[in-house]
């Protein structure tokens, strides 16, 4: 996050909204960590919205598609 934020002059007092989509075989484990420390992550990254997906489930299958605007 401070990659992205200093190459796209963000400055540190903007919350972003943030998602985070991930894959592979431990993917649930690695969601339930990320949603277990949720607001741990927000506070340090300087998160104001953050969306967690598992890419293996529900509408978050190979056809997702970066929201328009979004930097990664």
Not at 10 to 38: C, H, M, Q, W, Y
């Amino acid at each position: 996050m401070r990659t992205l934020r200093s190459e796209c002059t963000i400055t540190p007092d903007k919350k972003v909204r943030v998602l985070v989509r991930l894959s592979g075989g431990s993917a649930p484990e690695r969601t339930a960590f990320l949603l277990d420390n949720a607001g741990l992550v927000k506070l340090l990254a300087g998160i104001g919205d953050l969306e967690i997906q598992d890419a293996s489930i529900g509408s978050a299958g190979p056809e997702f598609t970066r929201p328009q605007g979004s930097i990664g």
